[in-house]
């Protein structure tokens, strides 16, 4: 989600191309109850863990040039990921605050703390900017990132690579502790939001490190200690374990649990990648969804509400779908009116979660592209 590393680099890994479109689908399958994909939740929490899978990306992508002019850099950070989190919040603060008159019973009205403290240390204030909690979390870990970087000699050898990943992991833990303990309620949760990224940030710059040496790992061992692992989890604690870091909920299994599963999560999907790498090329869907990630993340709710009122506009005009609940659609941001009760049907949501952010893309490619034309003819 980071734009840093959005697949528009000259040496696009196509592995990690199919990992972000990967990741941004998981986000999308997860605020919608599974997507309408059975077994989507069977080995993985999708949802949660779609961070730790963004988080490790920007870490394999981060360059140790960028911290020669660490000023230079983090301005550029702030403009690529704060200056469209405050779009996004007066977007959708104007939206909610409209919706809040109509009758809807979800979200906070637009003001100063809305629209200026909390959308970097909440963004749940509207609803639909829930997804981009991580967004001010992953600028920190790339700010202290860049700073250990600045300090190293040799920051791009295998020994600092190793050194920062052990010690990101150790904040991570004890972030997580931490937010455990507080229940995720305090001023500082943007700061353990960022403690609990780090150690897949750190993850993804080792990585790139020793990915020669990974790859050679055959597919059958590869994926038999995953699932093994897994299978270990999930028979002890009896259940698919479910966390959400951006509260820290449900973390009761304590705090180096979540890493477990999100390193194997990670490692999952990198080898998908991997074999998925000859599809991945050809497709220009994959690439589209991998370069706009932050636009599907933080507009996929949005297409979802507007599925919601398709229906609900069938059931009182026309009076079809008699079950809708008109109630909860009101009062519940998380009623999915699912047609004939069929849960397949959320695969409706999903397309709407995915096609509604793209088709914004496009049209703002468009705009730039007219307002750059005419701004040269004058």
């Given at each position: 989600m980071d734009n840093q590393t959005n697949g528009k680099q000259k040496?696009?890994?196509?592995?990690?191309?199919?990992?972000?479109?990967?990741?941004?689908?998981?986000?999308?399958?997860?605020?919608?109850?599974?997507?309408?994909?059975?077994?989507?939740?069977?080995?993985?929490?999708?949802?949660?863990?779609?961070?730790?899978?963004?988080?490790?990306?920007?870490?394999?992508?981060?360059?140790?040039?960028?911290?020669?002019?660490?000023?230079?850099?983090?301005?550029?950070?702030?403009?690529?990921?704060?200056?469209?989190?405050?779009g996004c919040s007066l977007f959708y603060g104007i939206l909610t605050t409209l919706l809040l008159k109509r009758g809807f019973a979800y979200g906070k009205s637009i003001g100063l703390k809305t629209l200026l403290i909390d959308p970097l240390t909440d963004t749940h204030q509207f609803l639909f900017t829930q997804a981009l909690w991580y967004i001010p979390a992953i600028l920190i870990v790339s700010i202290v990132f860049t700073l250990l970087v600045?300090?190293?000699?040799?920051?791009?050898?295998?020994?600092?690579?190793?050194?920062?990943?052990?010690?990101?992991?150790?904040?991570?833990?004890?972030?997580?502790?931490?937010?455990?303990?507080?229940?995720?309620?305090?001023?500082?949760?943007?700061?353990?939001?960022?403690?609990?990224?780090?150690?897949?940030?750190?993850?993804?710059?080792?990585?790139?490190?020793?990915?020669?040496?990974?790859?050679?790992?055959?597919?059958m061992l590869y994926f038999t200690v995953l699932f093994v692992i897994m299978l270990f989890l999930i028979i002890h604690y009896r259940e698919l374990l479910i966390f959400h870091p951006s509260w820290f909920k449900d973390f009761y299994k304590g705090p180096v649990i979540p890493y477990v599963i999100g390193f194997c999560q990670i490692a999952f999907w990198l080898r998908v990648g991997k074999i998925m790498e000859p599809v991945t090329k050809e497709s220009a869907l994959i690439r589209l969804i991998a370069d706009n990630t932050y636009d599907i993340v933080a507009h996929h709710l949005l297409g979802f509400f507007l599925v919601k009122c398709i229906f609900a506009a069938l059931h009182s005009w026309a009076g079809l779908y008699p079950d809708f609940d008109s109630a909860a659609f009101h009062t519940n941001f998380q009623y999915f009116y699912l047609p004939g009760g069929v849960t397949q049907s959320m695969l409706i949501y999903t397309a709407a979660g995915v096609a509604l952010p793209l088709i914004w893309v496009i049209l703002k490619k468009k705009i730039r592209k007219a307002i750059q034309n005419r701004t040269a003819e004058t």
């Open positions: 040496s696009t890994d196509f592995t990690f191309l199919f990992v972000y479109a990967v990741a941004a689908l998981m986000v999308i399958i997860a605020h919608g109850n599974g997507g309408g994909f059975l077994g989507a939740y069977d080995w993985y929490a999708w949802g949660p863990q779609a961070v730790a899978l963004f988080s490790f990306s920007s870490g394999f992508f981060y360059k140790s040039s960028y911290a020669k002019d660490p000023g230079k850099y983090i301005l550029r950070q702030f403009k690529k990921l704060i200056l469209p989190l405050y600045r300090l190293s000699r040799e920051p791009d050898g295998v020994r600092f690579a190793s050194a920062v990943f052990v010690l990101f992991l150790a904040a991570g833990i004890l972030g997580s502790y931490a937010g455990i303990q507080c229940e995720g309620e305090t001023e500082a949760i943007v700061i353990l939001r960022a403690m609990y990224l780090m150690p897949f940030y750190a993850a993804g710059y080792l990585y790139r490190r020793i990915a020669d040496k990974v790859s050679r790992i055959p597919n």
